[in-house]
């Protein structure tokens, strides 16, 4: 088969011209002009700090000796402003391992300035190029471009040469700042059958496709060996960030390529896209996956001494969870292979995400437990689209599934405040791939406890305006995983410090934190409550009854959201205060309590203020009940919150009595 292979593109690129498919760009390399260098503003987005004014690649297979991909490149980029400098800062990824490889190299680049009516360039030099290895088969190529200013034009070209002949590389056709122009080109030989998959919701320019014969005519022809395309978006806009979002990469304007077959003339056609159960075969024979499963030596004193301890399956379930999560550090490195082997990280105490969770597996596995991987791509790594062919690069990350009896459990032994059966945040994206001999199958990622959050109070204020009461905030689910990470990495003897600091009028006083290390209870905070009052005795008295904890800033900002809002886990957050008001006074006027909802049970916002002789009571009450909203539900979700931040806002107001 290879020496077919190799004899046929030998044949077929010696006479397969590049094409005018590969020339066709109008924007030539180190050719900037004078109106590029003027140019101050962006006319489709005037508040850009930078516009891509193009972006060329074309993709070819070459003989090398034997058949290699050749990806070309070439960007010219506009800067506006300061704040886009780090646009000047390139990073391009290759991929090495064994005896394949991806080489970056041509690499050129200029720099253009416009310096007393003259065109200044300034060349990028072989020494400020440099190359970092970014995880165990990934490196980058990695350069800084000179002299970049406001108003600079930079041009940087380079190739890549691949190896990996049926591996070709995503175009993005958006970015962070927007794109005027953005091309790719391919030509790929008529026997690799590739799907184009499209996404983002900017609409192409250009789509065609072209037939080449060896002359590199655009004419169908029984002789021909190349099909030539080419996909063209102009006026792309900014990628942007807006809260609540796993990635934006999920959303972004790009084509990805996915072999689906190749056939050689007399040959019988290789199917490309392999199915799971291959995908899973060859994981479990993995040194670095499925074999590490079976190594459980090391750890059978400790095992052994769990299962002497403990009778049930519940109890054993949790000894080893929290062995392995208090022995082991997770090093902030994400892979769903073993960096070495689980026995080094069971040694050295650490190890990436896949050290400690197949060594999780193997433990469970080892005490009789019906356990198994489950590959998983993290939040900003990107949604995983079940529907595509197994394609395990998309993972980055690898937890546990366990069933007990008709339960089933995903547990990531990675983050020490994450208590059984909870998957930390990052891990909350859509689904992942159980790994396991004839049973592999998706499994949902979805979020088994919400965020909650409860802020009482019961306060008193005298005719000063002055507000002395207690507190307390009451987190669970997520609010209580990040709120202890936030205590535990600042310190909390700091955290407390810090709390009781004086803020504006509000001074909280004799912080306490309770359950800080007990995951399986809410984390209280309790203190004491003094809010400054104006001195005097006052015939009208103004108050927030928030007591400065409303939503104050509705977080999204944008006329229309094409994605998802994407809130990870639902909300419980309710604040409830009680507020003796001083004597003599009376409330003239008070917020009208309402209730608002989200269409189709989406969520629910409650918010009432009432008298009882003179005391005040105050209820908000915020609920959303499911983790993502889609693009038609945008509009509702942001005039939900233009109606929260209203209502916080109100203002009770307090009348003296006139003496009788």
């Not at 403990?310 to 000894?319: D, G, I």
């Not at 802020?455 to 997520?478: K, P, W």
Request: net charge neutral; glycine share 6%.
């Amino acid at each position: 088969m290879k020496a077919i292979f190799t004899k046929l593109f030998a044949l077929a690129l010696a006479f397969a011209s590049i094409s005018h498919f590969a020339s066709a760009q109008a924007v030539k390399f180190g050719k900037v002009t004078e109106d590029e260098l003027k140019l101050s503003t962006y006319d489709k987005d005037t508040s850009a700090a930078a516009v891509i004014l193009s972006d060329y690649g074309f993709a070819r297979f070459e003989y090398m000796g034997e058949l290699k991909l050749v990806v070309e490149r070439q960007m010219r980029i506009k800067i506006f402003k300061k704040s886009a400098y780090d646009l000047a800062d390139f990073v391009v990824p290759y991929y090495q391992r064994g005896s394949g490889k991806e080489r970056v190299g041509s690499i050129k680049g200029f720099t253009y300035n416009l310096e007393n009516g003259k065109i200044k360039k300034d060349k990028l030099e072989g020494s400020s190029i440099f190359d970092e290895k970014t995880s165990e088969y990934w490196y980058a190529k990695k350069f800084t471009m000179p002299n970049v200013k406001e108003g600079s034009v930079i041009d940087v070209s380079y190739t890549v040469t691949s190896d990996f002949i049926y591996a070709l590389r995503d175009w993005e056709f958006q970015h962070k700042v927007p794109v005027a122009w953005s091309e790719f080109r391919a030509r790929i030989p008529e026997y690799f059958d590739y799907k184009f998959l499209v996404q983002g919701y900017h609409g192409l320019h250009k789509n065609e496709q072209l037939k080449e014969t060896a002359t590199g005519s655009a004419k169908s022809s029984p002789d021909m060996l190349n099909n030539a395309y080419v996909w063209i978006m102009k006026d792309v806009p900014a990628l942007k960030e807006e809260k609540y979002i796993t990635t934006v990469r999920d959303y972004q304007s790009k084509i990805e390529f996915e072999l689906q077959r190749v056939q050689f003339p007399g040959q019988t056609a290789r199917i490309m896209t392999g199915d799971w159960a291959k995908v899973t075969s060859d994981l479990l024979t993995e040194d670095k996956f499925g074999v590490q499963l079976n190594r459980s030596a090391f750890f059978k004193e400790q095992l052994a001494g769990i299962q002497g301890k403990y009778k049930t399956q519940p109890e054993q379930l949790a000894a080893i969870f929290d062995l392995v999560k208090s022995r082991l550090k997770w090093n902030g490195r994400n892979s769903y292979y073993a960096n070495t082997t689980i026995r080094k990280a069971w040694d050295e105490r650490a190890g990436n995400s896949a050290d400690i969770n197949l060594l999780l597996t193997s433990m469970l596995l080892e005490a009789g437990f019906d356990a198994a991987p489950v590959l998983v791509s993290t939040r900003n790594n990107g949604r995983i689209n079940p529907a595509m062919s197994p394609m395990i690069t998309k993972f980055n990350y690898v937890i546990t599934h366990v069933k007990l009896d008709d339960k089933e459990y995903l547990l990531d032994a990675t983050d020490p405040l994450v208590p059984i059966g909870v998957l930390p945040g990052r891990c909350l994206n859509g689904q992942g791939r159980l790994i396991k001999k004839g049973a592999d199958r998706w499994v949902n990622l979805t979020p088994v406890t919400n965020y909650t959050k409860l802020v009482s109070a019961d306060l008193a204020m005298n005719a000063q305006g002055e507000i002395v009461g207690t507190g307390r905030e009451s987190l669970g689910g997520y609010g209580a995983i990040n709120m202890r990470r936030t205590i535990l990495d600042e310190g909390e003897s700091k955290y407390t410090e810090r709390l009781a600091k004086e803020v504006g009028d509000f001074k909280l006083t004799k912080p306490e934190v309770k359950n800080l290390e007990d995951l399986s209870n809410t984390l209280d905070i309790t203190y004491n409550i003094n809010v400054n009052g104006s001195g005097s005795n006052n015939s009208i008295i103004y108050l927030n009854p928030m007591l400065g904890r409303g939503e104050k800033e509705n977080p999204f900002k944008l006329e229309e959201r094409l994605y998802p809002v994407d809130f990870g886990t639902p909300i419980d957050e309710t604040f409830v205060c009680r507020l003796a008001i001083p004597e003599g006074y009376e409330i003239e006027e008070m917020p009208q309590s309402i209730a608002v909802n989200l269409p189709e049970n989406g969520g629910r916002f409650t918010y009432m203020v009432q008298q009882e002789g003179n005391t005040l009571q105050v209820l908000s009450r915020l609920n959303i009940n499911k983790p993502v909203f889609y693009a038609q539900e945008y509009a509702y979700l942001k005039e939900f919150y233009n109606r929260i931040i209203a209502k916080h806002a109100e203002q009770i107001v307090l009348k003296k009595i006139a003496a009788k």
